[in-house]
């Protein structure tokens, strides 16, 4: 008997992925998933901290796909390779911070380089023409596979029929009849698919699981990069940027106020990095301060701070302030009226 070609399939967690995978499954080709790791993506994160979110699932919608695959799925951290890519994109950002374009030229190199690495013989990817304005338009696609460098092993399974023939179709791998010519925005042919093969419980279609294509994350990344004044990040920059409320009172600091109790256990865990704000008299947020607030200041924050804990109707807070060098104060403050509170404050 033939050995089965071997392919790697990027598994976002999103329907299509799920779908391009079983469809070579399907024709008995051996199917190993690759998920990159950004830091960027929306599972497993703010839904496993804040109460307002728990009736979602707390999975991983990559893992969740390979185990309904039956697949082995490989999950790899690009985080710093990453930076480049959304930092300076060649081919710019979508209508936020979403390089697309560039993320899907990357991500499809990485799988060239994995694939080469591990002996399999093609890339599949569950994209469809037409259905991503700045990745996967007709004339887009082409573009993916010649700088990633992929040339004619990615394999598109779901829009197949409507581009030209890859060379696993070609040799005879898979079979090109047994393609698919999804194209456009509308997802119903890939729910209908997804319903044929028993698929329920899937990733909300179209949904994207990347922040950058978020309006308010994407806002906040630009603000923390204009205060720092240069472009740069950490991991714990980019996962703060997806908790609380972000108000800047000043250029050069900012207040993260936490907004329930998920936020302030989460919070905890970085007092020790950022000068922070507890309110000690009644119920309330814990804030940290990013950046260099003087004392003046860091009162100031504290009457902000108040205004969104129990006591904001009170007289006086009390509050602790507790400085990124450790020095403690316990001080009483008026919780700042809302009416002085200007919304262009909330990043």
């Known amino acids: 008997m033939n050995t089965p070609r071997k392919a790697v399939a990027l598994i976002s967690g999103g329907l299509d992925s799920l779908l391009a995978a079983r469809v070579m499954l399907e024709q008995g080709i051996h199917v190993e998933g690759i998920n990159f ?20 699932p707390k999975r991983n919608n990559a893992l969740w796909s390979a185990e309904q695959l039956g697949i082995k ?21 979508g209508a936020n911070m979403n390089p697309c374009l560039d993320c899907k030229i990357f991500m499809v190199s990485k799988a060239k380089q994995w694939m ?18 700045m990745s996967q338009r007709k004339d887009l696609l082409p573009v993916v596979v010649r700088e990633s460098g992929a040339d ?10 409507n581009l030209a023939a890859t060379l696993p179709e070609r040799e005879g791998w898979v079979d090109r009849d047994k393609l698919l010519g999804f194209s456009g925005r509308n997802r119903k042919p890939q729910m209908a698919l997804a319903k044929e ?6 990733a909300t279609p179209a949904g994207g699981c990347c922040f950058l294509t978020d309006k308010n994350y994407s806002n906040k990344l630009v603000d923390l990069w204009k205060a720092r004044n240069k472009k740069e990040y950490e991991l714990d ?19 993260i106020v936490s907004r329930e109790e998920g936020e302030n256990n989460f919070l905890k865990g970085y007092k020790k990095l950022f000068s922070s704000i507890e309110i000690q008299s009644h119920g309330g947020p814990l804030t940290l301060i990013d950046g260099n607030a003087n ?17 904001r109707d009170a007289e006086n807070v009390t509050v602790k302030i507790t400085q990124a060098n450790g020095d403690e104060k316990i001080i009483d403050v008026p919780p ?8 262009e404050w909330y990043v």
Not at 297 to 310: D, V
Not at 336 to 343: G, H, N, R, T
């Open 73 to 93: 799925l490989h999950i790899i951290d690009i985080i710093e390779e990453y930076k480049d890519v959304l930092i300076n994109p060649k081919h710019g950002y």
């Open 37 to 56: 790791y950004t830091g960027f993506c929306v599972e497993g994160h703010t839904h496993a901290i804040r109460k307002k979110d728990k009736k979602k």
């Open 237 to 255: 920059d980019i996962m703060l940027l997806k908790v609380g409320r972000h108000i800047r009172p000043q250029p050069h600091y900012k207040l």
């Open 152 to 161: 004619d092993l990615l394999l598109r399974p779901l829009c197949a029929q």
């Open 197 to 202: 093969f028993g698929f329920e419980d899937y």
């Open 336 to 343: 700042m009226p809302p009416s002085e509170i200007k919304q």
């Open 295 to 311: 004392d003046d200041e860091l009162k100031y924050a504290a009457r902000i701070a108040a205004r969104f804990s129990q006591g």
């Open 116 to 133: 080469e690495e591990n002996g399999f013989d093609f890339i599949i990817t569950g994209e469809v023409m037409g259905q991503r304005p």
